[in-house]
């Protein structure tokens, strides 16, 4: 491992001290937004269920922390990852622990301009500021970290980040469909097997690999049936959905399953019940996107369930949130080398990532919404840019132009890593809202 | 004694066959049918039993044909997926190497295309050799009757080929190797052997049809169903979905929906004979001729509703989130 002496390609030399004051202000607004979001969630909803408990507490990253930490004494090892194209199954079946390490604090992007100018990818600045200051734990327990090259911002984050910890690239090719393609990825997958084989000292043999995909797609099935929930009439806040949704990054994955289905079952009551958490009628938003990150960047949602009139989110199109985990791992035979590859296409194919392209475009996504929109009975879509996303904000004119087609409202909503603009956005969000309810009362 | 034991041995296969008619009944009654793969081995292995008692009376064999050739206007492959005995035997083979964890090869989608062609040319070669036998050494007085009749029932036979992949493993009739009063055949052997018989002795003829077995043995334990690629049988079945007027003829069809399909990739890999159409077409009907609707892919798309296995407009299954059933497992 590189030793912190060493001269860094990046980042600049901080003193201890200036570190140390940074960390503490910027901890302690994160403490405070946590607190604040999660109080703001249980007032949406006065009868939240119960197994939501949980995920309130594993959202504040004190408890999950700890936990790693002991694992890690014990000599497991920690594999952070920053886009949800790394292959999870493979560090689950070395007996290390996956963690995505992308920074959602605000204040920390602000740091993040010192080293890349402010046109670049706020998520990506903030998670650049968080490691200066060693402000996200995931990031500074991980022993090495994963970098799949998506978009241009990601893959000169993994360069930057390689200042401190060994940063493990992966080439994801942009044209999916093609044999050559689906090649090169699959070499790069057995390429961070032997990575993680050689940090973890573990071979990873067919058992452990099944079990490691046998234990995602149960993670899967859990999360699948929390969006079905999510059909019919509101039975959830779409935040309480999207937290718990989130929770997966860092949880263990075991106990996240659990207590999902355990939320699920309580949910499943309260259909039987017709126990809703608003009126039937209110706007059904799905935001798709930019990925949006605990703790500190869930203006967008908090802003659409408290707006007035309010609206309800019963879906996304996030690689934050509903794109984690929704495509299984599709094995054909149990052999190693068909679950490697079954493992490669999940990752490769049936992502909707924007940084793809083919002879129709990137038409994947855009069949994947409309068919969220029809399933989920979506009536409005907000679609989230933060400055800086050029992918996302680039596809944007395609996918307007097939909704608008489909007769579905959309609304581009671009911002920053600041809560500078909430109120202005406020104004922006209720009047598409009203626009919405103005639409269903017909 | 020796009759006898085969006696024996018919009446027990029959009572199994009763008995797993019964339950692939019960299984589809039951909704169960969510593991087709199970299913498909136990419809297939109640088919080569049936197959096997019909050739036990020679006249069926020709209404087999028959049904073989009308039905597939209308069921395409389907007799390809879910019945062949031949395909059973490659199915076999391939759940051994599953249970050795061998992983298959596949061939290169040129090659693949290439001999679903072939099958066109070998199944007109089949037909003509007998023809080209018989003209070289041609009967004295010259009869057509005789000369049909030749042609139809005698030593050649050239429709047997059709009937090939459906000789399973024991035959009723006499077969190249019998046991304790019970034939055993392999499907082909008896025309490579007709037909190595015109001109090789009887010790290269036994060894030509060793090595066939043994070919095909070997190559479907490397390649799935691989002889389904080239078969002249699927090819008689095959051909009229070829024909474009024609598309609407098969009822059977594998059908998609494209706004549901995330382009996963997993039909294509799952597919035992590297049909890429599903993965590649638009979504609507697939009609390609190399389906031989074995709805492993329908079995195993994750995506509710992607696929589907129609019959008339009629969705018979259909794929769904398969990760739901493992909780009653
Ligand atoms: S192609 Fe030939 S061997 Fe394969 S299933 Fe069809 S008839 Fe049987
Ligand atoms: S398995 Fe289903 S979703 Fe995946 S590519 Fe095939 S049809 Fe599309
Ligand atoms: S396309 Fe599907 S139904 Fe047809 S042969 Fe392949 S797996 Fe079977």
């Known amino acids: 491992m590189k030793s912190q002496s060493e001269e860094k390609k990046y980042m600049p030399e901080l003193s201890e001290k200036e570190v140390e004051e940074l960390r503490k202000a910027i901890t302690d607004t994160s403490q405070r937004v946590v607190a604040e979001n999660i109080e703001k969630m249980k007032k949406a909803d006065q009868n939240r269920p119960e197994a939501m408990n949980y995920f309130d507490e594993i959202a504040d990253f004190a408890q999950r922390e700890k936990e790693i930490r002991a694992a890690k004494k014990e000599g497991k090892k920690v594999i952070g990852y920053m886009c949800l194209h790394a292959p999870t199954e493979l560090i689950l079946a070395a007996d290390a622990i996956p963690v995505r390490v992308n920074s959602g604090w605000y204040d920390a992007s602000k740091l993040g301009d010192r080293i890349v100018p402010v046109e670049v990818c706020p998520m990506v600045r903030s998670t650049i500021g968080a490691k200066m200051i060693a402000l996200s734990p995931y990031l500074e327990l991980s022993d090495a970290l994963i970098s799949v090259l998506t978009c241009d911002a990601m893959t000169k984050l993994g360069e930057i980040l390689s200042d401190y910890t060994p940063v493990w690239a992966m080439t994801v090719p942009r044209v999916k469909d093609s044999a050559q393609s689906i090649r090169l990825w699959n070499e790069e997958i057995k390429a961070i097997k032997a990575q993680i084989e050689a940090l973890t000292g573990n071979t990873i043999k067919g058992k452990q690999l099944k079990s490691a995909i046998e234990r995602t797609q149960k993670a899967t099935k859990a999360f699948r049936r929390l969006q079905d929930l999510r059909k019919g009439p509101p039975v959830i806040m779409g935040r309480d959905a999207m937290l718990v949704n989130q929770t997966y990054m860092w949880d263990d994955i075991d106990r996240w399953t659990e207590k999902t289905e355990a939320l699920c079952d309580e949910l499943e009551k309260r259909v039987s019940q017709k126990n809703w958490v608003c009126p039937t009628d209110t706007p059904r938003v799905m935001i798709t996107g930019t990925p949006m990150i605990w703790p500190d960047n869930w203006k967008v949602p908090t802003l659409v369930e408290e707006a007035n009139p309010q609206g309800i989110l019963v879906a996304d199109e996030l690689c934050s949130s509903e794109r984690l985990l929704y495509d299984p791992v599709g094995v054909d035979e149990w052999s190693i080398s068909d679950m490697l590859n079954a493992i490669g296409e999940r990752y490769l194919m049936a992502s909707t990532c924007p940084c793809f392209t083919s002879e129709d475009g990137n038409e994947d996504r855009i069949n994947w919404l409309l068919t969220k929109i029809k399933d989920w009975n979506i009536q409005g879509v907000i679609y989230y840019v933060v400055r800086g996303c050029m992918l996302y904000a680039m596809e944007y004119t395609r996918v307007k132009k097939v909704l608008d087609r489909n007769n579905i409202p959309v609304y581009y909503l671009d911002t920053e890593y600041t809560r500078e603009d909430v109120g202005q956005m406020k104004t922006r969000v209720e009047a598409f809202l009203e626009m919405l309810s103005a639409r269903i009362d017909i | ?329």
Request: hydrophobic content about 50%; proline content about 6%.
């Open chain 2, 1 to 329: 004694m020796m009759e006898l034991i085969g006696e024996i041995l018919k009446l027990m296969v029959l009572s199994g066959l009763a008995l797993a008619g019964v339950l692939v009944i019960l299984i589809w009654k039951k909704g169960l049918a969510t593991k087709v793969t199970y299913l498909r081995f136990l419809v297939q292995a109640v088919s080569m039993v049936a197959i096997f008692y019909l050739f036990t009376y020679p006249v069926w064999q020709l209404i087999i044909l028959i049904v073989i050739f009308v039905l597939p206007l209308f069921i395409g492959r389907f007799f390809c997926g879910w019945i062949c005995p031949f395909a059973l035997i490659m199915d076999a083979i391939t759940l051994i190497r599953k249970t050795v964890k061998v992983r298959y090869r596949l061939l290169p989608d040129k090659l693949n295309k290439f001999l679903h062609n072939l099958r066109y040319v070998l199944f007109l070669v089949f037909l003509i050799i007998p023809v080209a036998l018989y003209l070289l050494d041609p009967p004295s007085s010259f009869d057509t009757s005789f000369l049909l009749a030749m042609l139809l029932s005698g030593p050649f036979e050239p429709w047997r080929i059709l009937v090939g992949p459906l000789i399973p493993l024991i035959v009723p009739w006499e077969g190249p190797l019998a046991i304790s009063g019970v034939y055993f055949s392999y499907p082909y052997v008896q025309e490579v052997i007709l037909y190595s018989e015109v001109v090789f002795s009887e010790l290269i003829v036994n060894i030509i049809a060793w090595v066939f077995v043994g070919l095909t043995f070997v190559g479907s334990f490397f390649v799935r169903r691989v002889w389904c690629r080239f078969c002249p049988t699927g090819a008689s079945i095959a051909v009229v979905n070829r024909f474009k007027g024609f598309k609407w003829a098969p009822m059977l069809h594998i059908d998609k929906d494209e706004e549901k399909c995330t382009k996963c990739g997993i039909c294509k890999r799952v597919c035992p004979v590297q049909v890429t159409e599903v993965y590649d077409q638009k979504g609507g009907k697939i009609t390609t001729s190399m389906c031989t609707l074995c709805t492993r892919c329908v079995e195993m798309c994750p995506y509710e509703d992607c696929l589907k296995l129609k019959m008339g407009g009629k969705t018979v299954f259909k794929s769904r989130n398969w990760l739901e059933p493992s909780t009653i497992e």
